[in-house]
């Protein structure tokens, strides 16, 4: 069945750090990607999503490029900030099918 | 802000007891997935309900049941709480013949002493 495997946290960074958060993932079709993050005591928000292979989805100064000769779907940010605290989940959805998948999140924690 | 609440925001209820999480699903939306969130794990999919009928369902026991009413809101009951049942409960809407994204409500946490 499809599954979704991320880094294991908690991460820990100072402001204005490089922040890389792994994912890849495993899927009998060709699934869409998404990144979600939840702020403490809040649902999900999601962050961004690609749909089909090469694409790069971006937000908030966040971006992950589908890659599917690696089956991944990496979190980058070039420079966080404190709000950035919080956890963030990788998930992918089967065209067609009915639910997400999700990883096991990823708590990130930044430092002033 | 998603459009999507749930009600109430947080719950204790006594092992044995009947619960039930209510959803409103954002304007213009006919789909409702509704998720388990254990502490520290990823969500895990209950069920789904389009356009009133039960549209999918994860690896849940039948005690978990669900209902969406005319206007895309939905309910999820759980009886003969466990509790391993202790959770956060979170619907999510989404316009699901289009497969677009789903839109999280705030959820619910359950505790279960």
């Known amino acids: 069945g499809n599954s979704v495997t991320q880094m294991e946290g908690p991460v820990t960074l100072s402001e204005e750090a490089f922040l890389t958060i792994n994912c890849t993932y495993t899927a009998t079709g060709y699934p869409s990607l998404f990144w979600y993050v939840q702020y403490p005591g809040e649902g999900l928000q999601l962050l961004l999503k690609?749909?089909?292979?090469?694409d790069k989805g971006s937000n908030k100064g966040f971006e992950a490029t589908y890659r599917k000769e690696t089956t991944s779907f990496h979190l980058e940010k070039g420079s966080v900030q404190v709000s950035d605290s919080a956890v963030y989940f990788c998930?992918?959805?089967?065209?067609?099918?009915?639910?997400?998948?999700f990883g096991q999140g990823t708590r990130l924690t930044i430092n002033p | 802000e998603t459009g999507v609440t749930q009600s109430p925001t947080h719950l204790i209820k006594t092992r044995g007891q009947q619960v039930t999480l209510r959803c409103s699903s954002q304007s213009g939306h006919n789909t409702v997935s509704w998720y388990q969130q254990a502490l520290g794990q990823g969500p895990q999919f209950i069920f789904q309900?389009?356009?009133?009928?039960?549209?999918g369902r994860g690896n849940f026991p039948p005690r978990f049941s669900g209902l969406q009413f005319p206007n895309y809101s939905s309910e999820l009951n759980v009886n003969a709480l466990e509790l391993d049942d202790s959770a956060l409960y979170l619907c999510?809407?989404?316009?699901?013949?289009?497969?677009?994204?789903?839109?999280f409500g705030q959820g619910t946490r359950l505790t279960v002493v």
């Open positions: 998930a992918l959805k089967d065209w067609g099918a009915q639910k997400l998948v």
């Open positions: 309900y389009y356009r009133e009928e039960e549209n």
């Open positions: 999510a809407s989404s316009l699901e013949r289009e497969n677009t994204e789903a839109f």
């Open positions: 690609a749909t089909k292979a090469d």
